[in-house]
């Protein structure tokens, strides 16, 4: 069987279908991922191609490691409750870690919050949101009572057959109506509900890179005369009416296509023509090959497991190697206990104080910062929050910084034309006290803006204290 294996692999190796690529998974105990690298694909690089051209809507995205046994940091041994009550450093946060763990040890339910999911915030279509664009956010699922009466200090992810939106919003007399701040919304507040409009989940926890781009182009969802139904991907039944369905929601524009199907092109080194895309949206017992099908979820805004799942149950990685293991193995014994298994964190009190606030351990933290540790003092909690000018949501207490090095006095910048997120964001330490906000200069003096509504302090700074401030490169907010 193996012998014939390996001759189909040579046979299909440029277009391999699905069917093979999980026979030499079987066959051989790799992962999904393994398999595909055996044929050429590197399954981590869909986030990329994701985000290269499906930015601009806000859609679902992948956060499934397919790099099963990438080691990664984790909490091992948290610091006393005192440190939590003031600003603190990740090395004081996390001051024992467990290190070289399996990437896959994060399904375990000590670290993940079951049936939760992330999307992405685009940055077009996001007019009004109550999320900045190009956000991350971590949606869970919520019961029958709040879906029936939604909090309307929470926000939601909100589902529509055009398109997604990230809004606080009430239930009233059979109407969802948005509670719209910060940024101006022309279109429609009011939908018929559930007719019109399906509450997804509530928002829990988003991350944001700074400072924001200036997205001059923002808009609200584009009209569609042809409504995708309210149903979420992995609620679909076959592939065509997951790719369908995805096709009705995000339209794409004539003028986008061409766009879409070069950059494919150029990564695939092959065409994908109009009849391949429109066959998979009606149903065929036709399978596509794995670069087609690769292709179609991107070009559909849908993740490639949800792909994989409705073509066939999903297959499990559970005892399955990544080629990397295999091939630097030399005995089929050695692979038992390659890796350490992560045990909860201690004190367990304190770590189940800090999944109320999260939910989860975010994957997507560790597939960008396998070696979490190293960032040390970079990262900083904000026990109290920071309330600024125009930012929304707020900084909310419990809140993460990432801090970043100044290189010399000529590259700080006050961006006193900005607001919000997408004005630069500074940290200054002065003794224990940080403190965050807005620079403002004068010649060679610098004061720290801090507060909201022109209210708070601003605090001078002066030419030997330069050395302590330090720009924020990144934010994750608990809501």
């Not at 948290?78 to 040890?105: C, K, M, S, Y």
Request: aromatic residues 8%; positive net charge; charged residues 25%.
């Amino acid at each position: 069987m193996t012998k014939n294996l390996l001759s189909n692999l040579r046979r299909t190796k440029d277009h391999p279908t699905l069917h093979a690529v999980l026979e030499v998974a079987n066959a051989f105990s790799l992962t999904l991922d393994g398999a595909h690298r055996l044929f050429g694909y590197e399954l981590e690089r869909i986030r990329e191609y994701d985000l290269r051209l499906n930015a601009g809507r806000t859609h679902i995205i992948e956060t499934y490691p397919f790099e099963r046994d990438l080691p990664v940091d984790l909490p091992s041994q948290l610091g006393v409750d005192e440190i939590f009550t003031r600003n603190a450093t990740l090395h004081e946060l996390v001051p024992e870690w467990q290190g070289n763990v399996p990437i896959h040890a994060l399904e375990n339910a000590d670290w993940r919050q079951p049936r939760a999911f992330y999307v992405h915030v685009g940055t077009e279509d996001s007019l009004g949101s109550s999320l900045p664009p190009g956000a991350i956010a971590l949606v869970v699922p919520i019961d029958e009572a709040e879906q029936s009466r939604p909090n309307p200090r929470a926000i939601y992810l909100l589902q529509f057959g055009n398109g997604y939106r990230c809004s606080r919003c009430v239930v009233s007399r059979g109407k969802l109506i948005l509670l719209v701040s910060g940024r101006r919304h022309n279109g429609p507040h009011e939908f018929a509900f559930p007719k019109d409009v399906r509450i997804a989940g509530r928002i829990r926890m988003f991350a944001l890179s700074l400072p924001l781009p200036d997205y001059s182009l923002l808009h609200s969802l584009p009209m569609s005369e042809h409504n995708a139904p309210l149903v979420l991907p992995w609620e679909h039944s076959s592939m065509d009416r997951l790719f369908g369905t995805k096709h009705r929601r995000f339209r794409r524009s004539r003028q986008d296509l061409p766009r879409i199907q070069e950059t494919m092109e150029s990564i695939f080194h092959t065409k994908l023509s109009g009849r391949t895309e429109r066959r998979y949206r009606r149903h065929t017992s036709s399978m596509p090959h794995v670069d087609a099908l690769i292709r179609l979820s991107v070009m559909h805004l849908t993740r490639y497991t949800d792909a994989l799942r409705v073509q066939q149950p999903m297959p499990s990685d559970l005892g399955r190697y990544s080629l990397d293991t295999l091939l630097n193995t030399r005995h089929f014994a050695d692979l038992s206990g390659k890796f350490r298994r992560p045990h909860m964190p201690v004190p367990r009190d304190r770590w189940m104080e800090l999944r109320k606030k999260f939910a989860e351990w975010p994957m997507l933290l560790s597939l960008r910062f396998p070696q979490l540790r190293a960032l040390d003092d970079r990262v900083v909690l904000l026990p109290q929050g920071s309330a600024l000018q125009g930012v929304d949501p707020p900084i909310s207490p419990g809140s993460l910084i990432l801090l970043e090095e100044i290189p010399g006095i000529s590259e700080i910048q006050s961006d006193t034309t900005k607001a919000g997120w997408g004005r630069r964001l500074y940290a200054f330490r002065r003794g224990a006290d940080l403190r965050c906000g807005y620079l403002d200069r004068n010649e060679d003096r610098y004061t720290l803006l801090v507060g909201s509504d022109g209210a708070g302090e601003a605090i001078s700074i002066r030419q030997d204290e330069i050395h302590q401030l330090k720009r924020i490169s990144g934010v994750a907010v608990p809501l």
